[in-house]
């Protein structure tokens, strides 16, 4: 079993770049995809994109693609999100997932969950 701990996030203004950090422990990380999601005030949970067990793959959403960059290091157990030129619609609570089940993109597919990191952009 692994436990998902996500940081990184705060209050930023639009146009501006963040890192999220996913950092996990008690399992065997690179046994897993790990895959990003975010929900938005009054809104669904959304995928945004999903990284391979060795980081050699990714597949993203097409919110993500361009602007978000998933990026892994096993070594040291983490999972990183570079969100750049964000916009006040970025505004959520980020979430990592594991997955043993491959590239998957329903929340459904993903074991373990982090408790969320909130990220709010200003105009």
């Known amino acids: 079993q692994v436990q998902l701990v996500e940081s990184g996030g705060g209050l930023v203004q639009a146009g501006d770049s963040m890192r999220l950090t996913c950092t996990a422990s008690?399992?065997?990380?690179?046994?897993?995809?790990v895959g990003w999601f975010r929900q938005g005030p009054g809104k669904e949970r959304e995928f945004l994109g999903v990284i391979s067990w060795n980081g050699g793959s990714t597949y993203s959403s097409d919110s993500m693609k361009g602007r978000f960059t998933i990026s892994r290091d096993n070594a040291r157990n983490m999972v990183s999100l570079q969100m750049n030129s964000l916009k006040p619609e970025d505004t959520a609570v980020y979430y990592c997932?594991?997955?043993?089940?491959?590239?998957?993109?329903?929340?459904?597919?993903?074991?373990?969950w982090g408790h969320g990191t909130q990220v709010t952009v200003s105009s």
């Open positions: 008690g399992g065997t990380f690179s046994k897993y995809t």
């Open positions: 997932a594991a997955s043993t089940l491959g590239m998957v993109s329903a929340a459904h597919g993903y074991d373990y």
